[in-house]
């Protein structure tokens, strides 16, 4: 009678240390597990916070590029015209100007129906991808390129994007690369090269 008693014991034992073994083993996993989401989350928030930091250079960049720009227009028209114009009068008439190859350098974004870049929003695109491509100096194609900005905006569309750049061709170049079936297409930044021809 005792010797089945236990057995049954010894039983029992056996099975509340097989579970006790089987709960360590899951609080291993899930504590792996965690640990891998607090990498990742950790990871997203840095990439997060260049993200931002990128956005904050590149509108500071395009703010001192503006202001380039108006003190030169002031400097240009002062030279023409004998220092007539005051200089609030050609600052209000130049901010926000988008200079590029396919337009006047003087026409204000909004009086300008052919400027190529249409609102800030496309601003910030044509910012965000001459950052991606300035750290890819052998280009990207578009796919690429999209798959990195709906990271940032899952509403991007590549020929949208495709036609931004196409708009651009003295920031933007697309060249074809590999042979036969393995013939791709690649935007690069020329930017640097651009300025000058400008």
């Given at each position: ?7 049954t014991h010894s039983q029992q034992l056996s099975f509340l240390q097989q579970a006790l073994q089987g709960m ?175």
């Open positions: 009678m005792r010797s089945e008693e236990d057995n360590q083993k899951q609080l291993l996993t899930m504590r792996e597990e965690l640990k891998q989401r607090e990498a990742e989350l950790e990871k997203s928030f840095e990439d997060k916070q260049q993200l931002k930091n990128q956005v904050q250079n590149l509108k500071e960049g395009l703010q001192n590029l503006q202001n380039t720009h108006v003190m030169q227009l002031e400097m240009s028209k002062r030279d023409d015209k004998g220092g007539e114009e005051s200089p609030n009068q050609t600052s209000e008439a130049t901010v926000s100007t988008v200079v590029s190859c396919s337009q006047e350098k003087e026409g204000p974004t909004e009086k300008n129906p052919l400027s190529p870049v249409h609102s800030e929003r496309e601003a910030l695109l044509v910012g965000i991808i001459s950052t991606f491509l300035h750290v890819h100096p052998f280009g990207a194609s578009i796919e690429y390129i999209c798959s990195y900005l709906q990271r940032l905006d899952t509403k991007i569309n590549p020929s949208e994007v495709e036609a931004l750049l196409s708009r651009l061709p003295c920031t933007f170049r697309q060249e074809l690369t590999g042979v036969g079936a393995s013939l791709e297409k690649r935007w690069n930044f020329c930017g640097f090269q651009g300025i000058k021809s400008t």
